[in-house]
């Protein structure tokens, strides 16, 4: 009991681990794609409990070669994606990742992503703290078609 007390006290002194804490993913997934295909994409809520706007710069992935944030627009009557450079959560809030919005965009998949399969994602904060979160794979339903 007294040890726990002492490691919560050494953790909320820490200004790392307090910083680190403010940050959560929710119901993250990444989708699960064809035997063929090399390309998914990671969705989830990401909150911020912070009092401070933070930025997401980039993500990696030992799943796959190549990881980019990316948003989608619409131009025209035409969907299509876009990289960005950052995706802001905002102070005491949130931002959703999800299919037709805002996704971290996975290239060169080492192996096709199954069902039931679970990836670890690392994100990197434009303050350079990183946080990784686990992503299952699951069926994404395509409302939308995912075309580079
Ligand atoms: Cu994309």
Redesign the pocket.
Known sequence: MKLKALLLASLALSPLAQAKMDIMAHHAYARATPPTAVTS?VFGEFMNRGDKERYIVSATTDAAGKV?L?DVIKEGEVMK?RQVDRITIPAKGKVELKPGSL?I?LFDLKAPLAEDQEIDVQLTFANGEKHTFTAPVKKVMSGMK?K?
């Open positions: 994409a980019e990316h994606m996704h965009m995912h580079h």
